[in-house]
């Protein structure tokens, strides 16, 4: 049996300035709790706004980017390094968002060197995967998937990093932003599928201590039937996670 170690994550994407972040995190109370962390993913803009205030509260909460270079620096207009996010204390990014891969040309080679290149600079990655509507009724979910992680699971620094600065979140596009959750059955089958092809390259106990996250509509009303599945380790919460009612709401389910 597993012992799960919950991360509930917040995905702010392009939602709450500076100002609107301070006020966010001045006014949330959060209960420390055993075996869960939250995290919140904000604009590059509001990192360092995210910080000071939960530093000045001394608030649970970890702090990370939406994305990250691979490259330290260069001609590369509009990115922000690994380096330049550990200078102002920032050690957590999401890598592979299907937003980057739909809107930005963000693609399995790209999200590999990325999430590479972080793991080189000692930043903790989430990584992003999932399928569309389209592959889900092509019955391609499961090959999409592997095809998403195969460079991953060929390339040494990331194995090695699974379980500790390596985790998962699986967010079928289907269900991200538009209300249409997976069933905890469809995530289950999904994150069991994912963990299984982490367990063909790598020991148990780095398998068990991975987390996969479901990310998709995720919220107040359908969390908890979500996270009683034996593979789901806390979820990856976009517009519940950009109001303090629902998101606390959330909070307080594990
Ligand atoms: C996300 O942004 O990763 C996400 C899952 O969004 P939402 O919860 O709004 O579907």
Redesign the pocket.
């Known amino acids: 049996m597993r012992t799960k170690s919950i991360l509930l994550a917040g ?1 702010w ?1 392009m939602n709450h300035g500076p100002a609107d972040t301070a006020k966010f995190l001045e006014a949330i109370e959060v209960k420390e709790k055993p075996n869960a962390k939250m995290r919140l993913y904000v604009p590059y803009l509001s990192l360092q706004a995210a910080l000071e205030s939960v530093e000045n509260r001394l608030l649970p909460i970890e702090i990370g980017a939406q994305n990250v270079h691979f490259e330290k620096s260069g001609a590369f207009t509009g990115e922000i390094s690994a380096p330049m996010l550990k200078e102002v204390g920032i050690t957590q990014a999401l890598i592979g ?1 299907s ?1 980057r891969r739909q809107y930005f040309n963000e693609t399995n080679d790209t999200v590999l060197k990325r999430t590479v290149f972080a793991l080189s600079q000692g930043m903790e990655v989430l990584l ?1 995967i999932g399928e569309t509507l389209a592959e889900r009724q092509a019955n391609r979910t499961e090959a999409v998937l592997e095809e998403q992680l195969v460079q991953i699971l060929a390339q040494p620094d990331c194995l090695s990093a699974f379980g500790t600065k390596l985790h998962i ?1 699986y ?1 079928p596009v289907w ?4 209300g249409v959750v997976a069933t905890p059955e469809q995530a289950e089958a999904a994150h069991a599928f994912i963990r299984g092809l982490l367990a063909k390259k790598l020991p148990s106990d780095q398998v068990n201590a991975t987390r996969i996250l479901y ?4 919220s107040p009303s359908n969390f908890a039937e979500l996270l009683k599945c034996p593979n789901i380790d806390g979820g ?6 950009l109001k303090l009612d629902s998101w606390t709401q959330l909070w307080g389910l594990l």
Request: charged letters at 15%.
């Open positions: 995905n994407k968002h937003e992003c979140a967010e269900a991200i932003g538009t990310g998709g509509s995720v990856l919460v976009g517009g519940a996670s």
